[in-house]
């Protein structure tokens, strides 16, 4: 391990010495996974995050200030990027869209399983068809291709928070819209 403080390591990784962010990461891997395994209670989703965390840092490093310290910036990421996932979750087990949209159904389904499931998705389409235009683009650009926030800014030219918005909106009128329509049944 190095010597070399991290202010060091980043003014060495600015100047073009690509061994100075693997220290970086040496140096916090392991805190950066522990903060990502306190949210996500799972190994995998933690490494994950804090891949992805790492491959964030490694790309915005060149332009870090230090207006925090290096510890404090990268426990900001990790945490944006666990919140994310945790949220991404959350709204995978509101909709429960992957089991519907899971094309095979079990061989110990019933048929009565098996016309739910498929009344289910067809409520989540119709919802889906429903939502406004800019909530669609920003749900299914979020949802199903899992885009980050930042990229469809790019793509819808509208700021992430308004993005943000758009995409809460969109899953609690999809919720709505699925158990309105349970309750009418």
Do not use: C
């Not at 409520?123 to 909530?135: F, G, N, S, T, V």
Request: no cysteine; glycine share 2%; aromatic share 10%.
């Amino acid at each position: 391990m190095s010597t070399r403080n991290d202010a060091e390591l980043v003014k060495a990784f600015q100047e073009g010495e690509e061994r100075a962010f693997n220290e970086l990461v040496l140096r916090y891997q392991e805190k950066m996974y522990w903060v990502a395994r306190r949210f996500t209670n799972d190994h995998d989703e933690a490494d994950d995050i804090t891949q992805e965390s790492f491959v964030k840092a490694y790309h915005a490093l060149k332009e870090f200030r230090g207006e925090s310290s290096v510890f404090t910036w990268l426990y900001r990421i990790v945490v944006n990027a666990s919140l994310n996932a945790v949220r991404r979750q959350r709204v995978r087990d509101l909709l429960r869209l992957d089991d519907l949209y899971d094309e095979e159904a079990s061989t110990d389904e019933s048929p009565h399983e098996s016309v739910v499931r498929d009344e289910q998705r067809r409520l989540i389409e119709e919802a889906i068809e429903r939502l406004p235009a800019k909530q669609k683009a920003v749900f299914v650009l979020r949802y199903h291709e899992e885009l980050p926030y930042e990229e469809i800014s790019a793509i819808l030219r509208t700021s992430i928070g308004g993005l943000k918005a758009n995409y809460f909106h969109a899953i609690r009128k999809i919720a709505r819209y699925v158990n309105n329509a349970h309750k009418t049944r």
